[in-house]
């Protein structure tokens, strides 16, 4: 397993180095000077040649990628062009509020999806699981950014019972100082954007959950517990869904990527100032050290997680780590 | 004229005859809700290509006096915030959802079936190139890494149609290489090869049509993704703009009226919704009709 670990690990280097590289040529698909788009319309002629000289942008461009990935490993992102502090610096004050959505809304899609799929395979063929794979294809079909407006117009707008806009207090900052009315007042205005972001995993992973067991429940162990005379509850819960679990287990994974990329949407529509929303507005403003800096963090947390989850699989399908 | 002869040696008619074995020749219909999506497809598809059928109003008609109205006989889904006809403008803004999502997933099947089929038949360094670029893209989250593409890009649709190609090209990559990498193995390809077809013939007239199952599915169900994915461009303003009546962008100034004119929002969405409904619908169908493991038995 720790080999198998190694080599996962060892794995994500290139790939990270990689998306590093994109994040770079991302300013070199910039139409103009990079360096005008990186100090803004305002910046002077020797101003914008010292910087050029600085970034190494007077350089080859292999040179350039070098310097590039060379400052990042040191945890230099460079500079907001319209907020003036450090890209590092602003991507760390804000990645707390999105991992809290994104963490928030995978434990909602998995808290459930995985029952509905489950009562919808146990239901095969009735009303229960018609109406439950009903609501899981609208739920891949609907845009978030929809869901999002329905949600404002219902909770919002019309019933005045959730806010609609901003972050109350850190989720988990009330919870280790067990201050009450913070947590309440974070739970509040965590609902909404956490329900729009779950919503298209939680339909996807209730559609998997189903027929990942119905897969299962064909197997001959299960054929084996059932004429065993196990209960049903048991063979379902014990036997099944266990090894229902592995699909699930990697789709999980993927869906916190769905959820890092869900968020820049889910964060404009609620103002959570999250960095789906730093990019928004980095965007908007032509503010790319930021464009650059957010995509490439998002990245690595992405890869990682990718990695963390095959880890997991291995760690519970032991044909993954012996393959 | 064979099974004649092999009825004749057994005495019983072949099986292949009444029904084909499973996986080859069962259930070559569409499921019902299949149809169902096929239909809502027909429906914007008719509305993309000749929206005269659906209303005779522009959607650049400007009537101020008419401003945020509800649905009404003359308005049948309201008005938008300076007096615009919203059916005109959904029934009008289908031809660009379709036309950016049919474009951005036809460059994206060219590109990833190419690159797909060279790593998985040829191997090699070339797999080994084609595949790390593959998982560096899908590092991304999508969207993010489409918004960042048009950022520089530059908003409009040629920027859209480029971003959106970029994104969604590594996942047809992907099967495509693998499915390649199961069938050189298979005999087909060993007897062209013995009767002397050269490399580009073999992947070109054997391969390729053997592969295009999952490419099809996977491009139905990503027309879908793309709707989703060019709509959600626009609603952050980065996608179609103004005056070009996109969903998306509809739908984001739709939200400046919810207590006012919730139609708007409402409507541009369904709009969107159906879309993306009528291609997850047919995507399934289709994978129901073509890839084996997911029929009935």
């Given at each position: 397993?720790?080999?198998?670990?190694?080599?996962?690990?060892?794995?994500?280097?290139?790939?990270?180095?990689?998306?590093?590289?994109?994040?770079?040529?991302?300013?070199?698909?910039?139409?103009?000077?990079?360096?005008?788009?990186?100090?803004?319309?305002?910046?002077?002629?020797?101003?914008?040649?010292?910087?050029?000289?600085?970034?190494?942008?007077?350089?080859?461009?292999?040179?350039?990628?070098?310097?590039?990935?060379?400052?990042?490993?040191?945890?230099?992102?460079?500079?907001?062009?319209?907020?003036?502090?450090?890209?590092?610096?602003?991507?760390?004050?804000?990645?707390?509020?999105?991992?809290?959505?994104?963490?928030?809304?995978?434990?909602?899609?998995?808290?459930?999806?995985?029952?509905?799929?489950?009562?919808?395979?146990?239901?095969?063929?009735?009303?229960?699981?018609?109406?439950?794979?009903?609501?899981?294809?609208?739920?891949?079909?609907?845009p978030v950014f929809w869901?999002?407006?329905?949600?404002?117009?219902?909770?919002?707008?019309?019933?005045?019972?959730?806010?609609?806009?901003?972050?109350?207090?850190?989720?988990?900052?009330?919870?280790?100082?067990?201050?009450?009315?913070?947590?309440?007042?974070?739970?509040?205005?965590?609902?909404?954007?956490?329900?729009?972001?779950?919503?298209?995993?939680?339909?996807?992973?209730?559609?998997?959950?189903?027929?990942?067991?119905?897969?299962?429940?064909?197997?001959?162990?299960?054929?084996?517990?059932?004429?065993?005379?196990?209960?049903?509850?048991?063979?379902?819960?014990?036997?099944?869904?266990?090894?229902?679990?592995?699909?699930?287990?990697?789709?999980?994974?993927?869906?916190?990527?769905?959820?890092?990329g869900g968020?820049v949407v889910?964060?404009t529509i609620?103002?959570?100032?999250?960095?789906g929303?730093?990019v928004v507005?980095?965007i908007g403003?032509r503010?790319?050290?930021?464009v650059?800096?957010?995509?490439?963090?998002?990245?690595?947390?992405?890869?990682?997680?990718?990695?963390?989850?095959?880890?997991?699989?291995?760690?519970?399908?032991?044909?993954?780590?012996?393959? | 004229?064979?099974?004649?002869?092999?009825?004749?040696?057994?005495?019983?008619?072949?099986?292949?005859?009444?029904?084909?074995?499973?996986?080859?020749?069962?259930?070559?219909?569409?499921?019902?809700?299949?149809?169902?999506?096929?239909?809502?497809?027909?429906?914007?598809?008719?509305?993309?290509?000749?929206?005269?059928?659906?209303?005779?109003?522009?959607p650049?008609?400007?009537?101020?006096?008419?401003?945020?109205?509800?649905?009404?006989?003359?308005?049948?889904?309201?008005?938008?915030?300076?007096?615009?006809?919203?059916?005109?403008r959904l029934?009008h803004g289908a031809r660009i959802s379709l036309t950016v999502a049919s474009i951005s997933v036809?460059g994206?099947?060219?590109?990833?079936?190419?690159?797909?089929?060279?790593?998985?038949?040829?191997?090699?360094?070339?797999?080994?190139?084609?595949?790390?670029?593959?998982?560096?893209?899908?590092?991304?989250?999508a969207i993010l890494l489409a918004l960042a593409l048009v950022a520089v890009l530059g908003a409009g649709v040629t920027s859209v149609v480029t971003a959106l190609t970029l994104v969604f090209?590594?996942?047809?990559?992907?099967?495509?290489?693998?499915?390649?990498?199961?069938?050189?193995?298979?005999?087909?390809?060993?007897?062209?090869?013995?009767?002397?077809?050269?490399?580009?013939?073999?992947?070109?007239?054997?391969?390729?049509?053997?592969?295009?199952?999952?490419?099809?599915?996977?491009?139905?169900?990503?027309m879908g993704t793309a709707v989703v994915a060019e709509s959600t461009l626009s609603f952050l303003g980065m996608g179609v703009q103004p005056p070009a009546p996109s969903w998306g962008w509809t739908l984001a100034f739709g939200t400046?009226?919810?207590?006012?004119?919730?139609?708007?929002a409402?409507?541009s969405g369904?709009a969107i919704?159906?879309t993306v409904?009528?291609?997850?619908?047919?995507?399934?169908?289709?994978?129901?009709?073509?890839?084996?493991?997911?029929?009935?038995?």
């Open positions: 397993m720790v080999r198998y670990a190694v080599r996962r690990l060892l794995l994500v280097v290139p790939v990270v180095l990689g998306a590093a590289a994109v994040a770079f040529a991302l300013l070199l698909l910039l139409p103009g000077d990079p360096a005008v788009a990186l100090l803004g319309q305002e910046a002077s002629g020797a101003e914008l040649a010292r910087f050029r000289h600085l970034l190494g942008l007077d350089r080859p461009v292999p040179i350039q990628l070098g310097l590039y990935i060379w400052r990042i490993v040191h945890g230099d992102f460079g500079r907001s062009v319209t907020l003036s502090a450090p890209v590092l610096q602003l991507i760390l004050s804000t990645l707390p509020a999105t991992l809290e959505l994104a963490i928030s809304s995978i434990i909602l899609a998995i808290a459930a999806g995985i029952p509905l799929g489950l009562l919808a395979a146990r239901h095969r063929g009735t009303p229960v699981d018609t109406g439950t794979m009903l609501l899981a294809q609208l739920g891949v079909s609907m869901l999002g407006v329905l949600l404002i117009l219902l909770f919002a707008v019309k019933l005045n019972w959730l806010p609609s806009f901003g972050r109350g207090a850190p989720f988990l900052s009330s919870v280790i100082r067990a201050d009450l009315p913070a947590l309440a007042d974070s739970i509040r205005h965590l609902f909404l954007p956490a329900c729009t972001l779950a919503f298209f995993n939680l339909a996807l992973l209730s559609r998997l959950t189903r027929w990942a067991l119905l897969e299962v429940l064909e197997e001959d162990y299960v054929r084996t517990a059932r004429a065993k005379g196990q209960r049903e509850r048991i063979v379902l819960y014990r036997h099944a869904l266990r090894n229902a679990l592995l699909p699930i287990v990697t789709i999980v994974g993927l869906q916190f990527g769905n959820a890092l968020a889910t964060e609620y103002g959570w100032p999250g960095m929303r730093l507005q980095a403003q503010d790319f050290p930021v650059q800096g957010a995509v490439l963090v998002l990245a690595l947390i992405f890869s990682l997680v990718n990695m963390v989850v095959d880890l997991t699989y291995a760690l519970i399908d032991p044909r993954i780590r012996y393959g | 004229m064979r099974s004649s002869t092999r009825e004749s040696a057994t005495g019983k008619r072949p099986a292949a005859r009444r029904s084909a074995p499973y996986g080859t020749g069962r259930r070559r219909h569409l499921t019902p809700s299949a149809r169902v999506g096929a239909a809502v497809l027909i429906v914007i598809a008719l509305a993309a290509g000749a929206p005269s059928i659906f209303t005779r109003a522009s650049d008609q400007v009537d101020i006096l008419t401003r945020l109205a509800p649905p009404s006989h003359a308005h049948p889904l309201g008005t938008d915030n300076i007096g615009r006809d919203l059916l005109a029934v036809g994206a099947v060219c590109i990833g079936v190419t690159l797909g089929l060279l790593a998985g038949y040829l191997g090699g360094w070339i797999e080994s190139v084609v595949m790390r670029i593959v998982d560096v893209f899908l590092a991304f989250p090209w590594t996942q047809y990559a992907r099967v495509v290489r693998a499915t390649a990498l199961a069938e050189k193995q298979k005999v087909y390809v060993e007897a062209a090869r013995a009767i002397g077809a050269d490399n580009g013939r073999i992947v070109i007239r054997h391969i390729l049509p053997n592969i295009l199952s999952p490419v099809i599915i996977l491009a139905t169900l990503g400046r009226y919810l207590r006012d004119a919730p139609h708007i409402t409507f369904l919704m159906l409904l009528g291609f997850n619908l047919l995507g399934d169908g289709v994978r129901d009709m073509l890839d084996p493991r997911f029929r009935p038995q």
